[in-house]
Each structure stands twice: as C-alpha cells, then as structure tokens.
C-alpha cells in the first residue's frame, strides 16, 4: 500500500491520524500515534497487517464495525488475557 492510499483511507473515514492509528489497534498517548500515522502517510513502509487492515476497513460502512463508548473512544472487547483498556491512553 502507497502511503497515498493510506492516508485517502484515514480521510475517507473522516478521522484524525491519533483516532485512526487507535482504531488499527495502536495504543500510546495522542502525540505517539499522530506520529505513527504521519510517518506511514510520509513514505515509512506500512506493515502488512496494517496496510491490509486499513484496506478492510475501508470496505465496510464506518458504523458497522466501529462501536463507540460515552466519551467517543472506541468500545473494544474485552479479551480474556487481555486487561481492558489498560493500553489505551486518551488525551483529550
């Protein structure tokens, strides 16, 4: 995937590269994701998964798949093994 592509996906969501970095499941304070997702949209090589993750995203309606919590963060399943939300860090 170009990193044009990426960031046409992320636009076409209408999010802001720390929302769409925590919807492919990056995790960190605000600054940490923005930057992830500025780097891939600037040339770094997307990881596979993600790339192909953004690409699935991207063919289903935004309000299929994406359930959203009182204070708009993404309401993530809780996974046995996995502390809920203890990784995601939301700065408002």
Known sequence: ?????FKAIRERL????????????????DATKKR???AFESGEQIPLYIARLAWLICRFSFDEIVMFD????????DWPGYPK?????HED
Request: hydrophobic share 25%; glycine share 10%; proline share 3%.
């Open 14 to 29: 209408q999010m802001t590269r720390s929302e769409f970095a925590g919807f492919l499941g990056y995790t960190g304070s």
């Open 36 to 38: 992830r997702i500025r």
């Open 70 to 77: 009182d204070d708009n963060h993404i309401e993530w399943p």
């Open 1 to 5: 995937m170009q990193s044009s592509e």
């Open 85 to 89: 939300g203890e990784n995601d860090v």
